[in-house]
Nanobody
Framework: QVQLVPSGGGSVQPGGSLRLSCEYS????????LGWVRQTPGKEREGIAA??????????YYDDSVMGRFTISQDAAKNMVYLEMNNLKPEDTGEYYC????????????????WGQGTQVTVSS
């Protein structure tokens, strides 16, 4: 059973920062391909960041909308994935989900297949 449990959402003013955490456990998904998806008002759920650790290092991928502002990281010893979000904008408001890929193949934020419950992020003055 897939367990992807996020925390760290909240409300912040534009330009502020938040750090999301995700504790992963269970099985049925790839622990070497994890990341984050979000659903903002009026839009479909979309992947925004991925981290691939299947080659012994860490390759990171970001959507253009968050590139340079968000940083993904993973602590495999603690079964945790993080999303550091800086310079937050009102358009970043939405529900954020920790996500994973289940099947083999290329690891990318557009290819996540499972996600857990969401955590709300609100950016407003």
């Amino acid at each position: 059973q897939v367990q992807l449990v996020p925390s760290g959402g909240g409300s912040v003013q534009p330009g502020g920062s938040l750090r999301l955490s995700c504790e992963y456990s269970g099985d049925g998904y790839r622990r070497d391909c994890l990341g984050w998806v979000r659903q903002t008002p009026g839009k479909e759920r979309e992947g925004i960041a991925a981290i691939f650790t299947g080659h012994g290092g860490a390759s990171k991928y970001y959507d253009d909308s968050v590139m340079g502002r968000f940083t993904i990281s993973q602590d495999a010893a603690k079964n945790m994935v993080y999303l550091e979000m800086n310079n937050l904008k009102p358009e970043d408001t939405g529900e954020y989900y920790c996500a994973a890929k289940k099947t083999s193949g290329y690891c990318h934020y557009k290819y996540f297949e499972v996600w857990g419950q969401g955590t709300q992020v609100t950016v407003s003055s």
